[in-house]
């Protein structure tokens, strides 16, 4: 299992891993433990420690995020070549742009089978010239040493069976997620729960609310990702100004190298009271629970996480309208019955606005969207994700 980064492996690959140690193979994960995680380095740590509890070898690879500079992929190339040289592999799984272009043309020069899951290709409908001119040739000239290609959404997976000439190309719902695990609880459990604990949950949100700063009579938006120009949590910060309203925060959970400057930009728009970013989170679930709103203003997805964990925890939605949100989302300018919440394009910034001030007035619409989006969610959760992978591997087995 390869990757650019470890966060790649933790977040995503985890249930794959278990899935090949159950079909009885000795895993092992290369990938870049010390640097471009999206995580903090307690996470990566336990990270470890997990794989190594689980006996998976692990091999720090130099992979960068960039394609620049150029010698930074080649020694990451290098040292995938003698690690390839050194291990008999059965076959390969790699992720992520540069890991898996580099993974690819090591193991056709090896002989070794290939999978690569494409998590949102950078080439799509409305992406810049230069995401073409970079990535597409790339990817149509791999596609021909790729024994697996597997895509995460539908446009990628039209795409590709059109476009694209790999041995076998594969569609699965995401990276699945654990959906009972970010369900709102009933009312049932939240008695019992009273029952069993000290403290209340009617507290929790009270103690959400002190944690963050929040008054407890305000509305809170929500976004996770990290912090940088692709997520454009700018346009967030730039509707909550154009809001003008004292009860509504703006938490941004994530990290990454634009902190301080939309730490800056909130300030400058005078909103710095009303923003709180508390960094990377490892437990999300009481996040999601104590948000009004989630909004995913993204330029580009494949298959966002953050957004299916939004969604299995009860949320209404505010997204863009990029590929990935368009295949989670149903949106509430079509049909304001069965809508899960409202997409917006990234041109239009009123639209955002709008939207916004729309489900921070009418809290019958959240909890609307909300239930459709816990209903809408189920065909994407972990077991449907896993038996379809299943049938992925099974299949890379057969390729001898």
């Known amino acids: 299992m390869l990757a650019s980064v470890a966060s790649m492996i933790d977040q995503f690959n985890m249930p794959n891993i278990r899935l090949m140690q159950e079909m009885g193979y000795e895993v092992h994960v290369a990938c870049n433990f010390k640097e471009g995680n999206t995580c903090d380095m307690q996470r990566i740590r336990k990270f470890q420690k997990t794989l190594q509890k689980l006996g998976v070898i692990r091999h720090q690879w130099d992979c960068p995020r960039s394609v620049l500079p150029v010698s930074g992929c080649c020694r990451a190339y290098m040292q995938l070549w003698e690690l390839t040289g050194r291990y008999h592999y059965e076959w390969i799984h790699c992720h ?13 020069r090896r002989g070794i089978r290939v999978i690569y899951t494409a998590h949102g290709f950078h080439f799509y409908q409305g992406a810049p010239w230069k995401n073409w001119i970079l990535y597409y040739p790339v990817e149509k000239l791999l596609a021909h040493c790729t024994d697996v290609l597997i895509t995460v959404n539908r446009e990628d997976y039209m795409f590709a069976k059109k ?25 049932d459990q939240e008695e019992k729960s009273c029952r069993e604990s000290s ?3 009617a507290s929790q949100a009270e103690i959400f609310r002190r944690k963050y700063q929040i008054p407890d009579q305000a509305k809170i938006l929500l976004s996770v990702g990290e912090l940088n120009e692709g997520k454009n949590h700018k346009m967030v910060i730039t509707a909550l100004a154009e809001l003008k309203r004292q009860d509504v925060y703006y938490l941004i959970c994530g990290q990454g190298a634009l902190y301080d400057e939309l730490e800056k930009y909130a300030r400058s728009l005078g ?52 590929r990935g949100n368009r295949e989670l989302i ?46 809408r969610i189920k065909r994407y959760g972990q077991e449907a994700v896993q038996r379809r992978m299943k049938m992925i591997y099974e299949e890379i087995e057969k390729c001898k």
């Not at 992520?96 to 056709?108: D, E, K």
């Not at 923003?275 to 203003?297: C, H, K, S, T």
Request: hydrophobic share 40%; charged share 20%; net charge positive.
């Open 271 to 322: 909103v710095g009271n009303c923003v709180r970013m508390p960094g990377f989170l490892e437990e999300l679930v009481w996040i999601y629970q104590n948000a009004d709103i989630f909004v995913f203003p993204s330029l580009r997805e494949g298959m966002p996480v953050s957004l299916m964990e939004a969604m299995a925890a009860g949320l209404p939605c505010v997204v863009s309208d990029i």
């Open 163 to 187: 476009n694209l000439r790999a041995k076998k190309i594969r569609y699965i719902p995401g990276v699945g997620i654990d959906i009972k695990k970010f369900a709102v609880k009933t009312d």
């Open 96 to 108: 992520s742009p540069i890991g898996g272009v580099l993974a690819r043309v090591a193991a056709h």
């Open 199 to 201: 403290v209340c949950p």
């Open 330 to 375: 149903d949106d509430a300018g079509r049909d304001l019955v069965c809508s899960g919440g409202i997409r917006f394009s990234l041109g239009h910034p009123e639209q955002l606005h709008n939207a916004l001030r729309m489900l921070l007035d009418h809290a019958s619409l959240r909890q609307k969207y909300g239930r459709y989006n816990q209903k």
